[in-house]
């Protein structure tokens, strides 16, 4: 099942909550209105859903139960071409970065392979929507593009083993986590180079995880004005994401809409000779199996 975050075109600021359902979406914000579904509270965002206790089983249930023919739910069902996509994750309390994720990648930066998962703090303040531009900041020249898998957490997670964390995994969406080289080589760390706003891209959709399991094996692509630039398998990745989620409740507890963002592949503008970064004009993809295309054009703040 797919989860969306969006709006009607003519009410970009009124966001609603879609739910795929025989190959369209359901408007499941009127649905709830309605009582064609039984959920309580008010359903604007995603995470209304996720920090409902068993809110996301109990929607994954009744939209199991739905009968397609009903003219009633006929008419809350709508196509996502004719809707604006908002991030599925609009303000996680956390969301968290892991470096040096796959062989590939630490290969070409010339690093060593991390013995336990490297976190770094990104903030919600860098979350944009599918289409929505990323700004070049004066600051800096040197944009670089990752594609990530992330992790969207649905349930309160401390102190987990990785045999139990996938019970506390709501699902799956896309992370571009856009870095500013130069500033991540002069500053030491990552914080500034990762923080400015716009430099998290996420959706298009939160997949989950009763679609996509634990991630493992889905196929990853990044594209820049359609050439392919990082293609790889979260089968790569060298801490898989029952490993990371019980690594991460060790240091903090996670909350139902946290974001984990599980690092990039091989292929990142940095290391290629010479070395591409991320200009005004360009189109970045990013396509996950199972989650589908993440897009966003790039322009200038100067």
Avoid at 17 to 34: H, I, L, N, P, W
Avoid at 102 to 120: G, N
Avoid at 270 to 297: A, C, H, K, S
Wanted: glycine letters at 8%.
């Amino acid at each position: 099942m797919k989860l969306i975050n969006y709006a009607h075109r003519s009410k970009p600021s009124e966001y609603r909550v879609g739910c795929s359902f025989q190959g369209r979406y359901m408007d499941v914000t009127v649905g709830a209105e309605k009582s064609i579904l039984n959920f309580s509270g008010s359903l604007t965002r995603i995470e209304d859903i996720l920090r409902t206790e068993g809110g996301l089983d109990i929607l994954e249930e009744q939209m199991r139960r739905l009968d397609s023919a009903s003219p009633e739910i006929q008419s809350v069902l709508f196509d996502e071409t004719d809707v604006v996509l908002q991030a599925p994750i609009l303000r996680p309390h956390k969301l968290i970065g892991i470096g040096l994720n796959y062989r590939d990648h630490i290969e070409e930066t010339k690093m060593e392979v991390p013995k336990e998962p490297l976190l770094f703090a990104m903030y919600s303040n860098a979350i944009i929507s599918p289409e929505q531009p990323i700004k070049i900041p004066a600051m800096s020249r040197k944009i670089d593009y990752e594609a990530e898998l992330a992790v969207v957490i649905g349930s309160k997670t401390r102190n987990v083993r990785p045999e139990e964390a996938l019970r506390h995994i709501a699902g799956y969406t896309i992370v571009n986590d856009v870095s500013a080289r130069d500033l991540q080589r002069s500053d030491g760390q990552w914080l500034r180079a990762k923080s400015f706003d716009t430099f998290a891209p996420m959706g298009p959709c939160l997949a989950t995880r009763s679609a996509l399991n634990d991630a493992d094996g889905l196929d990853i692509e990044l594209r820049l004005n359609g050439q392919t630039l990082q293609k790889s398998n979260t089968r790569n990745l060298i801490f898989k994401v029952p490993e990371l989620v019980s690594h991460i409740s060790k240091v903090m507890t996670l909350e139902p809409g946290d974001v984990i963002s599980t690092g990039t592949p091989g292929g990142v503008g940095f290391t290629r000779r010479p070395p591409i970064y991320l200009q005004p004009g360009d189109n970045v993809e990013i396509e996950v199996e199972g989650i589908g295309i993440l897009r966003n054009p790039v322009v200038d703040t100067v």
